[in-house]
């Protein structure tokens, strides 16, 4: 018999160590795979289409909303994210787990569209000083985004409450067997 596929959704604040922790995560073992959103921002330097994002125009995003063909999907400084039903289906479908790198509102979305198949976790910075840390040390914003992206973090935190768990992201190592866990449980 296969196995029930899960989608977890780990959500943060920009600079917490989401990506890093999917990362690490997709290293457990070949259950986990990766959801590639969609988006309508131009590619990072170290970025590739179909592997960090689907890179496709604002035309074609809205035309995938019109379609019903998004899971989920905000608007985020100026552009649009979102995850393809198509990628959530087969996952689940094949007994994966598909680990969501994705926004806040994205996973609350989510979660009332695949409630029973949805494991919510909010990752938190060890302090206010580690993240702006972090941020800095990531090199891929400027100071004018780093402050858009840190005005969000008490909306985030707000919502975060109707996450199912929450996660302080201090030990990378603890932080995964946090999650194992609570994957175990479900």
Request: with cysteine; glycine share 6%.
């Amino acid at each position: 018999m296969k196995s029930q596929g899960l989608l977890l959704s780990i959500a943060a604040p920009s600079g917490t160590g989401k990506t890093t922790v999917c990362h690490e995560l997709l290293k457990l073992n070949d259950r986990f795979v990766f959801s590639v959103s969609c988006t309508t921002r131009s590619a990072r330097p170290n970025e590739q289409d179909g592997v960090d994002y689907h890179f496709i125009s604002r035309r074609q995003f809205q035309a995938n909303i019109r379609e019903g063909k998004m899971a989920e999907w905000q608007e985020v400084f100026g552009n649009y994210y979102g995850t393809l039903k198509s990628s959530v289906d087969e996952a689940l479908t094949n007994g994966k787990i598909l680990l969501l790198d994705i926004e806040v509102k994205g996973t609350l979305n989510l979660k009332k569209l695949y409630p029973k198949d949805t494991v919510s976790i909010f990752l938190l910075p060890p302090s206010g000083a580690e993240l702006d840390r972090r941020l800095q040390k990531r090199g891929t914003d400027d100071s004018q985004s780093i402050a858009l992206r840190k005005a969000r973090i008490p909306h985030e935190l707000e919502l975060s409450r109707q996450f199912d768990y929450q996660i302080v992201n201090d030990k990378l190592e603890h932080t995964i067997n946090q999650i194992r866990q609570i994957i175990e449980e479900h």
